[in-house]
C-alpha cells in the first residue's frame, strides 16, 4: 500500500517534471509522516524513501529514535512545523533540515543551540506568500510592489547568513487551501520568481523550494519545486 502510493507520487513528480522540461533528479520527495507510526515509516524506507517531514517536536522525539534504531543506513528528517523558541534546543539534534525558520529570533536560537550542540542544521527559511493570516512565515506577501517588505526579507536573510552552524538553503512556503489545484499555481510562481529576486539581490545562491503538498504537488513541481512536501498520498488519512 504504502509502496504503491510512493511509486505513483514519484511517477506523477517525473510526469509533471516532463511537463516542465524539468530533470526529476531535481526533486525531492519529503514523506510526511506525523502521526504515523515508526513501522509505517520504516514501511515508506523500504519503498525507497529517504527523506521524512515531521511537525511536531513531541512525536517527533519519540518517532526518530524509534526508527533510527531499525535501520542501518540513515535518512533524513526535515522539521515542517511551527517551533516554538523554547523548543529550538530540542529539534536541533532530531532533524538535519529545520524548514519551518520563520523568525529571525528562532534562527537566532536555533544557532546557538546547534553550536552548543556541535551540530550543523541545513536551513529553509519559511516565507508567507499568500498574505493570510493564519499563515506562519517571514511575511512576503506583494514583495513586488513593496520595496520596505521585499527589503526586510533581504536583512533577514543576510543576518541567517551570518549565524553559525546555520545553512541557509533556499525557502519553503505552505500554499492556501483552494478548490483546485490550479489555483495555487500563482502562489507556486510568486515564490520561485522571489527566490529569483532574492538571489539577485543577495548575490548568492537559494537553490531550493519546498512547496507543493498531496492537493497540489504537481503544478508546485511544474512551478520549480525542488522539494515537496507528500503526507495523505502515501500514508494516507491522519490518525489524529
Ligand atoms: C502536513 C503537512 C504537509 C503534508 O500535507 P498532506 O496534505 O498530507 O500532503 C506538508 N507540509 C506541511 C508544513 C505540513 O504540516
Keep these: 500500500m504504502i509502496s504503491e502510493n510512493i511509486a505513483q507520487v514519484q511517477k506523477n513528480i517525473e510526469q509533471a517534471c516532463e511537463r516542465a522540461g524539468r530533470n526529476p533528479n531535481t526533486v525531492t520527495l519529503i514523506a510526511v509522516s506525523k502521526t504515523h507510526s515508526p513501522e509505517a515509516v520504516l514501511e515508506a524506507i523500504a519503498a525507497g524513501a529517504q527523506h521524512f517531514g515531521e511537525n511536531r517536536v513531541e512525536e517527533a522525539s519519540i518517532k526518530i529514535p524509534a526508527v ?99 545553512h541557509l538553503r533556499g525557502l519553503m512556503t505552505m500554499a492556501p487551501i483552494v478548490e483546485t489545484m490550479e489555483q495555487t499555481r500563482p502562489i507556486f510562481a510568486d515564490l520561485a520568481a522571489l527566490q529569483d529576486a532574492l538571489q539577485q539581490s543577495l548575490g548568492i545562491a537559494l537553490p531550493e523550494l519546498s512547496m507543493g503538498m498531496t492537493d497540489d504537488y504537481p503544478v508546485a513541481v511544474e512551478e520549480g519545486a525542488t522539494m515537496v512536501r507528500v503526507g495523505r498520498a502515501i500514508f494516507g488519512n491522519r490518525v489524529k
Design 68 to 166: 533510527t534504531s531499525q535501520i542501518s543506513t540513515p535518512v533524513t528528517w526535515h522539521m515542517i512545523g511551527h517551533i516554538q523558541s523554547r523548543k529550538a534546543r530540542d529539534v536541533v539534534p532530531l532533524f538535519s533540515v529545520i524548514q519551518s525558520v520563520d523568525s529571525l529570533k528562532l534562527a537566532n536560537k536555533l544557532s546557538s543551540s546547534a553550536v552548543e550542540q556541535n551540530r550543523q542544521l541545513g536551513i529553509l527559511l519559511e516565507v508567507n506568500i499568500s498574505g493570510e493570516e493564519s499563515k506562519d512565515g517571514v511575511q512576503a506577501f506583494g514583495w513586488r510592489n513593496n520595496a520596505a517588505r521585499f527589503q526586510e526579507l533581504v536583512n533577514v536573510i543576510h543576518q541567517i547568513m551570518d549565524l553559525p552552524a546555520l
